[in-house]
Each structure stands twice: as structure tokens, then as C-alpha cells.
């Protein structure tokens, strides 16, 4: 009868949003007072879990699975659920997990509640809060089958650390047919992706063209964030499409969210409005952005970024 968390892995390494499940998995079990049980898809160390909460990992070992696929991934966890029994499966807000959701919301006839912001209000009936109307309100969800499937915002609650261990052991759920093979994945390894970063430092038309991006760069290397951009830029091919954020991109929520030379379209401020702090920097000041921002700056973004990031160097060095 234990709360059963996915915690997803990338080449082995867990990300943080595993560590941000677990912890709430962990919270969601104290309520209800049972166990956290984790489970891992192709995951190294997994005793890590236990500084989260998890009590026991059930760790998934198969070449097959080395790169997502949906059904293939739903299906594993839908049978780890069956074999402990558990009524409360808990999932991350990652774009792999909101794929895979509907297919074991299926596969156990669960209720899905998606973008959880809180540890449930009441377990009797069970009631979670959530955002709704892309991220403008808030909503108290009653999820009333047996089996209830969370999906935890980025950021929304954050890393607890518990005092504890893991046990492990393999689990061998049976795969269907894949159907799909991929054949090689290219992916940048030495940045802070958008899904993982706690900042993130977007860029906008207002930066002229592509040769001006490398104070966007410098900006995030100082505060250890992703790049981003507005769907204008990647549309115009000045940044890859994968660095675009917005209703109509990736969504961000982060806990730092910088806008830089972003006039602030409404899909964009829909996409990027579960972000705790949000900086914009602009030469207009009646930029639709500066009514969603919690600071801004009204100034030319080649004379207030250069002074920024000086500024920033500066501190650091003082650390």
C-alpha cells in the first residue's frame, strides 16, 4: 500500500525533479501513514533516494529502455503499482511524464490530477490543489477513484532531505512491443537544460540578431541557468526551437525567470507564469511584460546586462 514515485534519470543520473517527487511522495505517505516506494528506470545510484524519503527502490534494468517511450515506461510502472499494491502513484511535470500520465491514468483506471502545487488538503476525499487557466488561478481538484495519479509542478515544492535509506532490488516488469526504435539522440550535454534549471535567462527580438546572444549566454554561465528564448527567435532561426519557452513552447518554472528584450505576447506569459520571480529588462516601459513582472528594469539590455553581469562577477569573487 505504498505511495509509488517514478523518479526519472538521465544517463543513469538522477535530476532533481526526481529528488522534488520523492520529497513530496515522501509528505503524501506521512499523510496517509504508509511507505514511499520509488521506481527507476536504468538509474545508478540508487541508495541516493533515500536521502528524499524513499523506502524502498525498485530498480528497472533493461537496454530496451535506455531512451523514453511511452507505453513502454506507463507499462513498467503500471505493474510496479500492481505488485505493492498502491493506491497513490506520484509523478514529476516533466514533458516524459505528461506523456506517459494519461496511458497509466488507463492502464490502473486512475484519476490524473496534472500540476500540483501542494501536498493534498484532505485525504478523505482526496483533494490537491492545482494550478489552472495556464497558471492564472488556482483550483482545489477531488481525485475519486482507488487509484489517484499526482503530477507535481516543477519547483512547486521543493527538496526535503529525510534522515533514512533505501532498500533495493530488481524489478522485471514485462515490455510490449516498442514499435518505434531510435536509432541516436543528439543532445547538448555541457548546459543546464530548461526542464532541470532553477533560472532561466530568456532573450527576445529586442536583442537585434544572433550575434548579440553571447551576453545571454555569459549571463546564465554566472548564475548557473538555461537559455531561452522567445518563439519570434526561434521562428526567425536565431536560437534552436528547443530553447523556446512559452504556451506555445516549454513551459518554465523556475524560481528565476529573466526576460530580456521580451515585449511579454500573452502565450508567452502564459507559458513562462509558474516561475516564482520574474525580472524583465526592456527599453519600452509599456511592455505588456512589466504588468506580469515582480521587478523590472526600464533601460537599453546592452547597457544593463554588460553591468549586470559585472556586477554579479564582482559578488562572486567576494564569496
Not at 501513514?33 to 528506470?41: C, E, F, H, Q, R
Not at 491514468?105 to 482526496?126: D, K, Q, R, W
Not at 505576447?265 to 506580469?292: C, M, R, W, Y
Request: glycine share 8%; net charge negative; proline share 4%.
Amino acid at each position: 500500500m505504498s505511495v509509488l514515485v517514478y523518479t526519472e534519470s538521465d544517463k543513469g543520473s538522477f535530476k532533481k525533479a526526481a529528488f522534488e517527487v520523492a520529497s513530496y511522495a515522501k509528505a503524501v505517505a506521512n499523510q496517509l501513514g504508509t511507505t514511499v516506494t520509488a521506481i527507476t528506470i536504468n538509474a545508478n545510484d540508487t541508495a541516493e533516494l533515500g536521502n528524499y524519503g524513499v523506502d524502498k527502490v525498485l530498480n528497472v534494468t533493461n537496454s530496451q529502455l535506455d531512451n523514453f517511450n511511452a507505453n513502454a515506461y506507463a507499462s513498467a510502472i503500471k505493474q510496479a503499482a500492481d505488485q505493492e499494491g498502491t493506491k497513490v502513484v506520484v509523478l514529476s511535470s516533466s514533458a516524459n511524464s505528461k506523456y506517459l500520465a494519461p496511458l497509466l491514468a488507463v492502464g490502473l483506471s486512475a484519476g490524473y490530477a496534472s500540476n500540483v502545487v501542494e501536498i493534498p488538503t484532505n485525504t478523505s476525499p482526496f483533494t490537491v490543489k492545482r494550478t489552472a487557466f495556464t497558471n492564472k488561478a488556482f483550483e482545489l481538484t477531488q481525485i475519486n477513484t482507488e487509484v489517484k495519479i499526482i503530477g507535481v509542478s516543477n519547483n512547486a515544492f521543493g527538496l526535503v532531505e529525510n534522515s533514512g535509506s533505501a532498500s533495493a532490488e530488481e524489478f522485471s516488469p514485462t515490455l510490449p512491443e516498442l514499435g518505434v526504435t531510435v536509432e541516436s539522440v543528439d543532445k547538448a550535454t555541457d548546459k543546464v537544460t530548461i526542464a532541470d534549471a532553477e533560472i532561466v535567462v530568456s532573450g527576445g527580438r529586442g536583442l537585434k540578431g544572433p550575434e548579440n546572444w553571447g551576453m545571454i549566454e555569459e549571463l546564465a554561465e554566472v548564475l548557473g541557468a538555461a537559455t531561452a528564448c522567445s518563439k519570434p527567435v526561434s521562428d526567425l532561426g536565431w536560437r534552436p526551437h528547443g530553447e523556446h519557452v512559452g504556451q506555445t513552447g516549454k513551459p518554465v518554472a523556475a524560481n528565476l525567470y529573466i526576460a530580456i528584450g521580451i515585449s511579454g505576447a500573452i502565450q508567452h506569459l502564459a507559458g513562462v507564469s509558474a516561475s516564482k520571480v520574474k525580472v524583465v529588462i526592456n527599453t519600452d516601459p509599456e511592455a505588456p511584460f512589466f504588468k506580469a513582472a515582480d521587478y523590472g528594469v526600464v533601460g537599453d539590455a546592452f547597457e544593463v546586462v554588460p553591468a549586470l553581469i559585472e556586477k554579479l562577477k564582482a559578488f562572486k569573487a567576494q564569496q
